[in-house]
């Protein structure tokens, strides 16, 4: 269908949400009466689906990418630091004070 092609976020793991909610509206336009796969259909799930993730649609897709890759990297760099960090020992450091000899 035309529908799924030009809403790539249905059935993407990024969007579960999102799919979840169209399914809903699928359910909930059913018991108002649409008839699936009619162009009025599409417009009831396109319309609530915008108005409850406007971010999405008014956002540039390549804005959405920069946006995954930053996270992506900045969860990178978090564990690397974590994972990575070790503790210094400072060898001249002293556990007791000798000033008493």
């Known amino acids: 269908m035309e529908w799924y092609k030009k809403n790539p976020w249905f059935l993407n793991k990024y969007y579960e ?3 979840a909610y169209a399914y ?4 909930q ?5 649409f008839i699936v ?3 009025e259909y599409y417009e ?9 993730y406007p971010d999405y649609f008014e ?14 990297f900045a969860k990178l760099f978090y564990w690397r630091g974590f994972l990575g960090h ?5 060898s001249n450091r002293r ?3 000798d000033s008493s000899n």
């Open 17 to 19: 949400s999102m799919t």
């Open 24 to 27: 809903y509206l699928d359910h």
């Open 29 to 33: 336009s059913r018991d108002k009466g």
């Open 37 to 39: 796969d009619t162009d």
């Open 44 to 52: 009831y799930i396109d319309q609530n689906i915008h108005q409850r």
């Open 59 to 72: 956002s540039k897709p390549i804005k959405k990418i920069e946006e995954k890759v930053r996270s992506l």
């Open 86 to 90: 070790t503790k210094t020992v400072n």
């Open 95 to 97: 556990d007791h004070d």
